[in-house]
């Protein structure tokens, strides 16, 4: 096609290109007169698929040339426009290297007479269904001598309102740009790094020291999150955590965190109704606070209480899911995964049972930390049973009430008890028990307002509560009964600091004043084992939590709060604290 | 076997229905039309801009754009009336997995009307998502950015 163009212009050294400044001219004028209407249409429509060659090899990646299916009439047509573009793009870049006066004229009746030429290849080459909007987008030619090459030039280049290089972006979505930390070029296309953390610090009553008030620190979590984008229907997604500063290499460092991996799996992106989440580590969906735990999504210090024993957030298991959206504003997400274990850690044998008999081990489920210590283990293939558990959440934006949304789940297994469990009072194996957990959550924000309210309400269900090891552990004051649950309600107040005082360092300040109630109670009746059972009241907690939390952005927040805690032991519960923190997620 | 079919048979049907990718809930042809509909549109900046044309009188303008979720980009249009207010906000393609809540009929509504002199942030005329608040955040931020660009270049 290439050479007919030349030997047309007469002129065969020229390359290829018709853009070629100085055969067009001559080309277009003697063949824009009527006698040669027809042969210019043919020539025209020959040069143009020759740049949509080069074109589509340009403009290749775009969301619907890489469809697997067959193309429809629509997206040929969307790809004709491009092209298209493409080419006067290209245009008003030569126009702008400066092009003679006496050329212009000529120029603007072959763009005329191409844009014709085009647009009669694509009726020609379509059907009749093809959308209206689509057949005429082109736009009008100035007529000869009315205007001026700068003109004509910003006609076709209006600036690009994110800057000239993302004209381009739509056509390569991938999110090369701040793929590290938000704020530089990722080193590998695809791959994004995020990181969010948070420290505490001020003073906390010791219960272990009757109560002492004693100041410290604590470098709460670092968290990595690494992701990487495999193409657009398979994402990788991670979590890596270091909490409280790191771990010890020997029993004399003074470091006694973790570092874990808190999650890390790959969503196959199916349809926006069916999703599957394979087999991998992910959080589980069973509260609000478990799914979006960073320091910037809750205002205490610490984590809200119900979310530290109840359902102890950060859940997460080994798991498997399938999600997606049930209806508009409600989304459902069931996940298989390795059911919560009676077994509070420590040492295991190579059979993967607890230490035998008598030799003794930790109960997962207690009256004091509820299931805190039962979330099953994530590595070295160490979980203690084959039992699974089955969770089913839902969560809602409800369109008839803006500004609220909530979640509900069901968490069900049909047994916690672990391999080889027994009774410390005579070494009697503990059978089966299973674990049912009820939870609803929501949060609403009074629309027009800085009004903010939270709710939380969790119901753990024991099925058989004498095959707990909590119940069979010689101690008297920390068994469980058929039930533990709590409940919270908060309060909190948006208060946007820029009416006051400005941007303050470059950034809108806002202040969130808040309070939380939280009622847990961990030792109700139904209590069955081999245990006495004196329980003493410390199952039974209230806490109090008033403070403020500054964001100088949403990603950053700095807090403060009071917590006051009360239960029902003779001696208290001792852990009152003032702390203030730091948090950010980016 | 007889699990496989009741499980599987519901889960291929659903994938076979909608063969279009899972994120992208539009297309730029037929966010077009939603938001004018029978209009022609005329390209003013490739593959971004367009004019909306009824009878030959300029009825809007239609954006496409796109701004970060929390890591991976999010694809939506805005289509602008002749007064420079906004007619519709839509979500072609949002690719994380969580935060997809700013697809919400419901929530894009409330960018109905706005204009260049709107507050425009989320807090104060816009809702905020709890569990998008990144996303949330940014497609705010962009519908400003689109009304902004209208003010000073296209008005």
């Known amino acids: ?586 | 076997m007889d699990g496989w079919i009741r499980w599987g048979a519901p889960a291929a049907a659903i994938a076979v229905a909608f063969p279009a990718y899972a994120y992208q809930y539009s297309t730029v042809g037929a966010a077009q039309q939603q938001a004018f509909p029978g209009a022609r549109f005329e390209e003013i900046q490739p593959q971004r801009v367009w004019k909306a044309l009824v009878g030959g009188r300029v009825t809007g303008y239609f954006f496409v754009d796109h701004v970060i979720g929390k890591h991976l980009y999010i694809d939506y249009s805005v289509a602008l009336g002749a007064d420079g207010r906004v007619r519709r906000v839509e979500i072609l393609t949002y690719r994380e997995s969580y935060g997809f809540e700013v697809a919400n009929a419901g929530w894009l509504a409330q960018f109905t009307g706005k204009s260049s002199g709107s507050a425009l942030a989320v807090g104060q005329d816009i809702r905020n998502i709890s569990g998008a608040t990144l996303s949330s955040r940014h497609v705010t931020e962009g519908v400003k950015r689109i009304l902004a660009y209208y003010a000073t270049r296209l008005r």
């Open chain 1, 1 to 586: 096609m290439r050479r007919k163009q030349r030997a047309a212009s007469g002129q065969g050294g020229e390359s290829g290109s018709i853009f070629a400044s100085r055969a067009r001219p001559v080309y277009f004028n003697v063949l824009a007169r009527k006698r040669y209407r027809g042969l210019t249409c043919a020539l025209t429509a020959a040069s143009f698929l020759a740049l949509a060659e080069s074109g589509a090899l340009a403009g290749e990646a775009t969301l619907q040339g890489r469809s697997a299916a067959q193309p429809s009439y629509e997206q040929l047509l969307e790809k004709l426009d491009r092209m298209e573009a493409r080419m006067r793009a290209l245009e008003s870049e030569l126009h702008r290297k400066g092009e003679a006066d006496a050329n212009h004229g000529s120029k603007a009746r072959a763009a005329a007479t191409r844009g014709k030429a085009a647009n009669g290849t694509a009726e020609a080459s379509t059907a009749a269904g093809a959308p209206e909007s689509q057949q005429s987008a082109t736009v009008e030619p100035p007529p000869p001598g009315k205007r001026t090459p700068g003109e004509v030039s910003r006609l076709y280049e209006a600036p690009g309102f994110l800057g000239a290089r993302e004209t381009t972006l739509l056509e390569a979505p991938r999110p090369a740009d701040t793929g590290l930390f938000g704020a530089a070029p990722s080193p590998v296309p695809g791959l994004v790094i995020g990181a969010y953390g948070e420290f505490a610090f001020g003073a906390l009553q010791n219960p272990a020291a009757n109560g002492q008030w004693q100041t410290g620190f604590d470098t709460t979590r670092l968290v990595l999150t690494p992701s990487y984008l495999f193409n657009d229907n398979i994402i990788f997604n991670s979590e890596i955590e270091w909490e409280h500063g790191g771990i010890a290499t020997d029993a004399d460092d003074k470091l006694t965190g973790e570092i874990n991996i808190e999650q890390a799996w790959v969503d196959f992106r199916i349809t926006p109704y069916f999703n599957i989440r394979a087999p991998g580590i992910d959080l589980v969906p069973i509260d609000w606070l478990n799914l979006y735990h960073e320091p910037t999504r809750y205002y205490s210090v610490l984590r809200p209480e119900l979310n530290r024993g109840l359902i102890p957030s950060t859940w997460r298991a080994p798991a498997a899911s399938i999600w997606g959206q049930l209806i508009e504003g409600v989304n459902y997400q069931f996940q298989v995964n390795s059911a919560l274990e009676d077994f509070g850690g420590g040492p295991i044998t190579d059979a993967r049972t607890p230490l035998p008999f008598p030799i003794g081990y930790n109960p997962g489920i207690t009256g004091i930390a509820a299931v805190r210590a039962a979330r099953a283990p994530i590595g070295s293939f160490r979980q203690l049973s084959n039992y699974l558990g089955y969770i089913f959440r839902l969560s809602y934006a409800p369109t008839f009430l803006p500004g609220f949304d909530g979640g509900t789940s069901v968490y069900f297994t049909p047994s916690t008890t672990p391999r080889g469990a027994y009774s410390q009072l005579n070494g009697a194996p503990l059978g089966r028990s299973s674990l049912t957990i009820l939870e609803t959550d929501f949060r609403y924000h009074v629309p027009d307002t800085g009004l903010e309210f939270r709710g939380e309400f969790a119901d753990i269900l024991i099925g058989n509560p004498a095959n707990l090891r909590v119940n069979n552990d010689l101690d008297p004051f920390n068994n469980v009964g058929k039930s533990l649950w709590g409940a919270s309600g908060e309060v909190a107040y948006h208060l946007p600091l820029s009416p006051f005082f400005g941007p303050i360092l470059g950034s809108n300040w806002e202040a969130v004043p808040f309070y939380r109630y939280t009622y847990q109670n961990f030792q109700t009746g139904g209590f069955a084992g081999t245990d006495l059972n004196f329980p003493v009241g410390f199952g039974r907690t209230q806490f109090h939590v008033a403070g403020i939390a500054v964001f100088p952005t949403p990603e950053l927040v700095l807090k403060l709060n009071y917590l006051r805690a009360i239960d029902a032991a003779p001696g208290g519960i001792n852990s009152n604290s003032v702390l203030g923190g730091l948090g950010f997620y980016f």
